[in-house]
């Protein structure tokens, strides 16, 4: 009786991390398409700024906010940068620069976005369609 419920626990096991890997394990053809970072421009829109990543498909993305220097570092998963990597400079009332720039290369591109914040603020991120806004 004992044997049994060990078997039967250890498929359960095994069947919780079959599921577990299949969905979390990148297919072949989305690892071999990366995504491209083609536009950041700053808008001032409904009485607040916000920064503008447009890319050529949805972007995955993870952010972080950093306090020395004070900013927001945003990491593109599986995109290659297009833009230019010197910092485009603002200085308007919490965004002072911004800089894009390509930290690895094929076959698993990764680019990071870096907004340098004059005050320190709270941020929202929304994903609207190809394009990324940080308010």
């Known amino acids: 009786m004992r044997?049994?419920?060990y078997h039967l626990r250890r498929s359960w096991i095994f069947l919780l991390m079959w599921s577990l890997c299949s969905i979390a394990c990148l297919?072949?053809?989305?690892?071999?398409t990366p995504h491209l970072l083609k536009d950041v421009s700053v808008v001032y829109q409904d009485g607040q700024w916000h920064v503008v990543l447009t890319?050529?498909?949805?972007?995955?993305?993870?952010?972080?906010?950093?306090?020395?220097?004070?900013?927001?570092?945003?990491?593109?998963i599986n995109t290659?940068?297009?833009?230019?990597?010197?910092?485009?400079v603002f200085n308007y009332e919490v965004i002072g620069t911004v800089r894009a720039e390509q930290l690895v290369g094929e076959p698993y591109p990764h680019t990071r976005v870096e907004i340098g914040l004059?005050?320190?603020?709270?941020?929202?991120?929304?994903r609207k369609g190809e394009e990324i806004w940080i308010s």
């Open 27 to 32: 297919s072949p053809s989305s690892a071999s």
């Open 80 to 88: 290659l940068n297009k833009m230019s990597q010197s910092p485009l």
């Open 3 to 5: 044997s049994g419920r």
């Open 55 to 76: 890319g050529s498909k949805a972007m995955a993305y993870r952010a972080l906010k950093v306090v020395d220097p004070l900013r927001l570092v945003v990491d593109l």
């Open 118 to 126: 004059t005050k320190d603020a709270s941020y929202k991120i929304t």
